[in-house]
């Protein structure tokens, strides 16, 4: 991508394009990585409901992986999990391990 | 057109009504409460229809200025001192949104210590926000700039915000005989508010304050200094206009009997006027002197300020604002004018008048009395000294 020229933006740094925010992908910024254990899961959905980005993805009415071009490993999701028997469904791990 | 007898306070609420924008956010501070206070009696007595948001703090007060500017609405607010230098931070926000709001600022000093009264130092820490800064000399100019304030910053090759200056108490509290315009006339001169990219336009979502980091952030700010560029020319066409309406003519600058000066003074504000009297003083016993008073200081229109001095011997500066560790600030643009221009006036700066000190004619006396020493030859003692300073 040729990025633009100082007189080709728009004044006031305004951003005009409607859900540009797609396009930037923040998953880079990740240091932990949070790991969806799928045997944990009841399907509570908190972790959708706390996640500050939309880094959960939803496959109908349930849960699905991470979208890990957007999620910035905040952790939240892991620490409001309730998990099933004790268990965790979403762990954090080092990223890059 | 009917000649009034009023303060600046009053004139530049009485410019407030007559413009009527539709978003005022405040929070009172000596000298500025008192035109805020007109103003509100205005929205009470329903004489204009802005929605007047009384805010906990100056910051919050610029906060929702910019709030409402984005929204899409004309704005205005007004401070002074304490209060502008609570705001700085949104200052810059204002300007790099490039929102139009409209501020006059009753300039104080800063603390500390404490004083409530009139000097430079509030606008000059404020120069480099990227708003647009008019000063005025009395009242009448106070009023007249608050009115063209509107034309000039929401043009459409500008869309900035802008300060328009006038002492604290000499002008803001001072009764003077001066004119205003027919409402009618003003409303037409002011005209109907252009949105640009108003964030309310919900067919059009857009989104203000992105993240901008190091591959575009410095192209955003190169932007910014070209808009400045533009301020200049429309500063000329609008003064021009508002001329044939009032038939008071403005400049960037005033010059006062310059052109075949020897001799000049550059100062600010409500101080030309005491010095132009003293002028006339040293005119008549044949010292040629003569004076220029900056109005437009950001942009600086370095080009033409230095054109009207290059030829004089000698150039005081004075400022009633300090730069602590280094010149005042009107006194660093005069020499970086006088300097590009490979202009050759020997140049002294003085401060006066700080937290409201009167500025006398015996000090514009003294200045002179030292110019014309060093237009004759007379080596500088100091470039930089204090005018009316015990000790």
């Given at each position: 991508m040729s990025l633009k020229k100082w007189n080709e933006l728009t004044p006031g740094a305004i951003?005009?394009?409607?859900?540009?925010?797609?396009?930037?992908?923040?998953?880079?910024?990740?240091a932990q990585r949070p790991v969806w254990k799928e045997e944990n899961?009841?399907?509570?959905?908190f972790c959708w409901m706390y996640?500050?980005?939309?880094?959960?993805?939803?496959?109908g009415e349930k849960r699905a992986d991470?979208?890990?071009?957007?999620?910035?490993?905040?952790?939240i999701c892991a620490l409001e999990c309730p998990g099933k028997k004790g268990q965790k469904a979403i762990v954090m791990e080092e990223e890059g391990k | 057109m009917a000649k009034v007898a009023v303060t600046g306070n009053s004139a530049v609420a009485n410019a407030l009504r007559q413009v009527n924008p539709d978003v005022c956010a405040a929070y009172p501070i000596t000298p500025a409460t008192d035109l805020m206070q007109q103003f509100s009696s205005y929205v009470s007595d329903g004489k204009v229809d802005t929605e007047l948001v009384l805010v906990e703090s100056e910051h919050s007060a610029m906060s929702a200025c910019i709030g409402a500017a984005a929204g899409g609405g004309r704005v205005s607010t007004a401070t002074s001192s304490q209060g502008l230098a609570l705001m700085w931070e949104m200052l810059h926000i204002a300007s790099g949104m490039s929102l139009p709001i409209i501020m006059p600022v009753v300039n104080r000093a800063l603390s500390a210590p404490l004083n409530i009264h009139g000097d430079h130092s509030d606008a000059m820490y404020s120069r480099d926000t990227g708003w647009i800064q008019l000063w005025s000399e009395n009242a009448q100019e106070a009023y007249d700039n608050t009115i063209m304030a509107y034309r000039i910053a929401e043009h459409k090759d500008i869309r900035l915000p802008i300060m328009v200056n006038m002492d604290g108490?000499?002008?803001?509290?001072s009764i003077e005989t001066m004119e205003y315009l027919e409402d009618d006339k003003v409303k037409n001169f002011v005209g109907k508010f252009e949105r640009v990219?108003?964030?309310?336009?919900l067919e059009n979502p857009k989104s203000f304050g992105p993240l901008i980091l190091t591959d575009y952030y410095h192209e955003y700010k190169r932007l910014q200094h070209e808009i400045m560029g533009r301020v200049k020319g429309v500063v000329n066409s609008v003064t021009d206009e508002y001329a044939k309406l009032s038939g008071r003519q403005y400049g960037l600058f005033d010059s006062y009997r310059?052109?075949?000066?020897e001799v000049g003074i550059v100062v600010l504000g409500s101080a030309a006027g005491t010095t132009k009297d003293v002028i006339d003083e040293y005119r008549d016993k044949g010292i040629k002197a003569g004076l220029l008073r900056p109005?437009?200081?950001?942009?600086?229109p370095f080009g033409e300020v230095a054109d009207a001095l290059k030829h004089l011997k000698a150039v005081a500066v004075l400022d009633r604002a300090d730069s602590f560790g280094s010149y005042g600030p009107v006194f660093m643009e005069i020499s970086s004018a006088l300097y590009q221009a490979g202009g050759q006036p020997k140049m002294i700066n003085k401060i006066y008048?700080?937290?409201?000190?009167d500025y006398m004619p015996s000090q514009a006396a003294e200045v002179i009395e030292e110019l014309n020493d060093i237009a004759q030859?007379?080596?500088?003692?100091?470039?930089k000294d204090y005018l009316g300073v015990r000790g």
């Open positions: 951003v005009l394009e409607a859900g540009s925010s797609r396009k930037f992908k923040t998953g880079s910024w990740r899961c009841i399907q509570c959905l996640c500050p980005d939309m880094s959960i993805k939803m496959d991470f979208d890990y071009e957007y999620c910035k490993g905040c952790g | 108490f000499i002008i803001s509290h990219n108003p964030l309310l336009d310059l052109e075949d000066a109005r437009l200081f950001r942009p600086f008048g700080l937290g409201g000190r030859g007379g080596a500088i003692k100091l470039v």
